[in-house]
């Protein structure tokens, strides 16, 4: 993890939670009830936000704040992804 990234969760007083997808993986419309910090730290991922179908891609170095309830969707790059995030209130 990048220097920034980590920077990033310390300032907001987080503590990241690693995972890893391979290429092509699907995650289904979902929400959830806290906000969430994700930074992408290796590969791609495509976020697709609800209503409205706003497309948000990630590449390295890259992050999104999700806000609690936010319904979105995503898939993993052709190179898959590696990513870091946290929930907060």
């Known amino acids: 993890m990048s220097g920034h990234q980590v920077d ?4 907001a007083g987080l503590e990241p939670s690693p995972w890893e997808a391979a290429p092509g993986t699907m995650f289904g419309e979902h929400a959830h ?3 969430k910090l994700l930074t992408c730290q290796a ?12 497309v948000v891609e990630l590449r390295e170095g890259d992050w999104i704040q999700l806000p609690a309830g936010q319904a ?5 790059g052709p ?6 995030e ?4």
């Open 72 to 76: 979105h969707s995503a898939v993993a």
């Open 33 to 35: 009830p806290r906000a």
């Open 8 to 11: 990033r969760f310390a300032q």
């Open 79 to 84: 190179g898959g992804v590696r990513c870091a």
């Open 43 to 54: 590969g791609s991922i495509r976020f697709l936000l609800h209503p409205g179908d706003e």
């Open 86 to 89: 946290a929930f907060h209130d």
